[in-house]
Every structure is written in structure tokens, then in C-alpha cells.
């Protein structure tokens, strides 16, 4: 599929589409279903400061439970989608995640170091926050100072060695913590959930994802030439160096927002890139708006099926491997193109 003329247009629309369904089924469903109608009516009367004309119910549902739920959603499907597009085009390779240089690992300490120092929820998302960026940190002045030959290489097995550091990290907190309280709290919020989203906690997720995400929709034509071998990008003019660094930090600071918010939630932003790339080529213009739009409506419905399928909430990151194992070996059965 090349990607481009009709069919990238298509496959934006069709991105947007699914979006908007994962919206409507977001509101719909639960004890009290709400119509996107009326969701957008409170929603346009609290930032007007007018009234929405709806049940007092209503507003609460759209306001203080449902909404800032479906909002972390979104904003968090769509960060990891955009992370795992750019370092998927920055190292070449189609099997990377966001993951890859140590960011959801060294989260996954800090939240665990906190839940075991007995923090509260702010306490404990900022220990994930601190733990993902200087996990991400240590993997690149590492692999900076001992990759001269081959960079990209020696990043990738550094992060996987530092990697294996903080999972063993996570192990040995699990076991000293206590069976009785911390144990299931850290269980749980390693395995993913946006069950404690509250609207309080918006602006520490919205402000990271935000300015990580808008930075890489700016680099998104820069990486096309970044995803070329770096003679060629440099014999173009391109600072492959700090513009390499830039993407990392911006990849980084929305991941490890988007695990410090909602634990840890494999394979979104490995299977959705795949997913856009199918839709509207290998062109970063058009890859990194799609899989913003395709993860933040994948993710949605994904925590709407968790919340509602059983009478006990299903840990996303459970749901996520269930999806996404099948959908990326259909990916990779289909592949009979090349990825670039």
C-alpha cells in the first residue's frame, strides 16, 4: 500500500471514525448510558459557563466519572501510539515499542518504590513519572559513550540490559512488600488500569503528552529523513544527533506520563503504528496524526470493554496482550511488502 492520494485520506477518515465509535460506545455504556450528544452538551456548558439542559446525573457522569476516564484514554492511547511510531522510524526497525530504551520499566520501579513507601496516588505517580525519564536517561548516556561506531545498536542493548535491571528492581520490591496490601496494589497497577483516572489528575497526565506529542507531530516530517541511514541523513543537512535526542526526549516524556497515570500497557504502541502504516504509508506526515487517532480510539475501547465486560474491572494490560498477539501475527502473516 503505498499511502498515498485517496487512500491516505481514507485512512485518516477511517482513524477519525473509530474514534468518534470509541466515544460514542465510551459514554454509552455502563449503568448510566449517556449520548455523545448530551456528553458534548455539559461539556460545551462548563467551558461557556451556560447550562447543558441535562439530568444532574448526567452531568456527574460526564463531568466526575465517565469523562476524565474516556480523556486519560485518549490522551494515553494516542501518546504511546505516537511514541511507538517515532522510535519505531528512529531505530528502523518494526518490532520497537516505547518501551524499548527502559522508560515503562524504570516507571514501573518508581511506582512500585513508591506504593512500598506507602505514598499516595500523587506520590506514587510521580515516582513512576521520575523512574521512567531517568531510566530512559541512564540508557542513553550509557549507550552514548560506548556506541561510537554503531549508536543505534549499542542504545537498543542498553536498554534492554538496563531493562532487565529494573525488572529485576520490580521483583525485589514484590517480594519484600507486604503480601496483604502492597503486594495487590502493586499487582494491580503493574498490570494497567484507568480505574482511578480522576480530573485532578488530567493536568499532571495532559501537560507531558502534550508537549511530547506536539513536539513529535512537529519532527514528523524531519523523521522521514531521520529514518534513513545517518550518511544519507547527514549528507541532506540533517543534524541526525540532537534531532535523534530530541525524539527520544519527546517519546520518553509521553510514555512515562502515560505508565506514571496508568501503570504499565503493553502492545499499543507496537501494534498501532503497524495498523496506520497500513492505512496511510510509511510517511511520518501523515503515520503520526493517524496513529495518534487510531490509538486514542483503540485504547478507548479496549478500557470500555475492561470496565464493562465483567462484573470484576479486567486490567488493560491483560486485554491489550489478549488483542494485540493475534492482530500483530495477522500483521506480520499479511507483511508480504516491506515495512519501509
Given at each position: 500500500?503505498?499511502?498515498?492520494?485517496?487512500?491516505?485520506?481514507?485512512?485518516?477518515?477511517?482513524?477519525?471514525?473509530?474514534?468518534?465509535?470509541?466515544?460514542?460506545?465510551?459514554?454509552?455504556?455502563?449503568?448510566?448510558?449517556?449520548?455523545?450528544?448530551?456528553?458534548?452538551?455539559?461539556?460545551?456548558?462548563?467551558?461557556?459557563?451556560?447550562?447543558?439542559?441535562?439530568?444532574?446525573?448526567?452531568?456527574?457522569?460526564?463531568?466526575?466519572?465517565?469523562?476524565?476516564?474516556?480523556?486519560?484514554?485518549?490522551?494515553?492511547?494516542?501518546?504511546?501510539?505516537?511514541?511507538?511510531?517515532?522510535?519505531?522510524?528512529?531505530?528502523?526497525?518494526?518490532?520497537?515499542?516505547?518501551?524499548?530504551?527502559?522508560?515503562?520499566?524504570?516507571?514501573?520501579?518508581?511506582?512500585?518504590?513508591?506504593?512500598?513507601?506507602?505514598?499516595?496516588?500523587?506520590?506514587?505517580?510521580?515516582?513512576?513519572?521520575?523512574?521512567?525519564?531517568?531510566?530512559?536517561?541512564?540508557?542513553?548516556?550509557?549507550?552514548?559513550?560506548?556506541?561510537?561506531?554503531?549508536?543505534?545498536?549499542?542504545?537498543?542493548?542498553?536498554?534492554?540490559?538496563?531493562?532487565?535491571?529494573?525488572?529485576?528492581?520490580?521483583?525485589?520490591?514484590?517480594?519484600?512488600?507486604?503480601?496483604?496490601?502492597?503486594?495487590?496494589?502493586?499487582?494491580?497497577?503493574?498490570?494497567?488500569?484507568?480505574?482511578?483516572?480522576?480530573?485532578?489528575?488530567?493536568?499532571?497526565?495532559?501537560?507531558?503528552?502534550?508537549?511530547?506529542?506536539?513536539?513529535?507531530?512537529?519532527?514528523?516530517?524531519?523523521?522521514?529523513?531521520?529514518?534513513?541511514?545517518?550518511?544519507?541523513?547527514?549528507?541532506?543537512?540533517?543534524?541526525?544527533?540532537?534531532?535523534?535526542l530530541a525524539v527520544i526526549v519527546a517519546a520518553t516524556l509521553?510514555?512515562?506520563?502515560?505508565?506514571?497515570?496508568?501503570?504499565?500497557?503493553?502492545?499499543?504502541?507496537?501494534?498501532?503504528?503497524?495498523?496506520?502504516?497500513?492505512?496511510?504509508?510509511?510517511?511520518?506526515?501523515?503515520?503520526?496524526?493517524?496513529?495518534?487517532?487510531?490509538?486514542?480510539?483503540?485504547?478507548?475501547?479496549?478500557?470500555?470493554?475492561?470496565r464493562s465486560a465483567a462484573s470484576v474491572e479486567i486490567p488493560?494490560?491483560?486485554?491489550?496482550?489478549?488483542?494485540?498477539?493475534?492482530?500483530?501475527?495477522?500483521?506480520?502473516?499479511?507483511?508480504?511488502?516491506?515495512?519501509?
Amino acid at each position: 500500500m503505498t499511502g498515498s492520494g485517496l487512500s491516505a485520506r481514507a485512512g485518516f477518515w477511517i482513524a477519525l471514525l473509530l474514534l468518534v465509535a470509541a466515544l460514542v460506545a465510551a459514554f454509552g455504556i455502563g449503568r448510566l448510558p449517556v449520548g455523545l450528544g448530551e456528553a458534548l452538551r455539559v461539556i460545551v456548558a462548563r467551558l461557556t459557563g451556560g447550562t447543558a439542559d441535562v439530568a444532574p446525573t448526567v452531568e456527574t457522569v460526564v463531568l466526575a466519572i465517565r469523562g476524565p476516564r474516556i480523556l486519560a484514554a485518549v490522551l494515553i492511547g494516542a501518546a504511546l501510539s505516537v511514541a511507538g511510531t517515532a522510535f519505531q522510524g528512529l531505530f528502523r526497525n518494526p518490532l520497537v515499542s516505547p518501551d524499548l530504551l527502559g522508560a515503562s520499566s524504570g516507571a514501573a520501579l518508581g511506582a512500585v518504590v513508591g506504593i512500598y513507601a506507602n505514598l499516595g496516588v500523587i506520590g506514587i505517580q510521580a515516582a513512576a513519572f521520575t523512574g521512567g525519564l531517568a531510566a530512559v536517561a541512564a540508557v542513553y548516556a550509557i549507550g552514548s559513550r560506548l556506541g561510537r561506531h554503531d549508536p543505534m545498536l549499542v542504545l537498543i542493548l542498553t536498554g534492554v540490559v538496563i531493562g532487565s535491571l529494573l525488572g529485576a528492581g520490580v521483583g525485589l520490591m514484590k517480594y519484600l512488600a507486604d503480601p496483604y496490601d502492597q503486594l495487590p496494589a502493586m499487582t494491580f497497577w503493574l498490570l494497567g488500569s484507568l480505574a482511578a483516572a480522576h480530573r485532578l489528575d488530567l493536568a499532571a497526565l495532559g501537560i507531558p503528552v502534550g508537549a511530547g506529542t506536539l513536539a513529535l507531530v512537529l519532527l514528523r516530517h524531519r523523521m522521514n529523513v531521520l529514518s534513513l541511514p545517518d550518511e544519507e541523513a547527514r549528507a541532506l543537512g540533517l543534524p541526525t544527533g540532537p534531532l535523534r535526542l530530541a525524539v527520544i526526549v519527546a517519546a520518553t516524556l509521553v510514555t512515562s506520563a502515560a505508565v506514571a497515570a496508568a501503570g504499565v500497557i503493553g502492545w499499543v504502541g507496537l501494534v498501532v503504528p503497524h495498523v496506520a502504516r497500513f492505512l496511510v504509508g510509511p510517511d511520518f506526515g501523515r503515520l503520526v496524526p493517524v496513529a495518534a487517532l487510531l490509538g486514542a480510539g483503540y485504547l478507548l475501547l479496549v478500557d470500555t470493554v475492561a470496565r464493562s465486560a465483567a462484573s470484576v474491572e479486567i486490567p488493560l494490560g491483560i486485554l491489550t496482550a489478549v488483542i494485540g498477539t493475534p492482530v500483530f501475527i495477522w500483521l506480520l502473516a499479511g507483511a508480504h511488502r516491506s515495512w519501509s
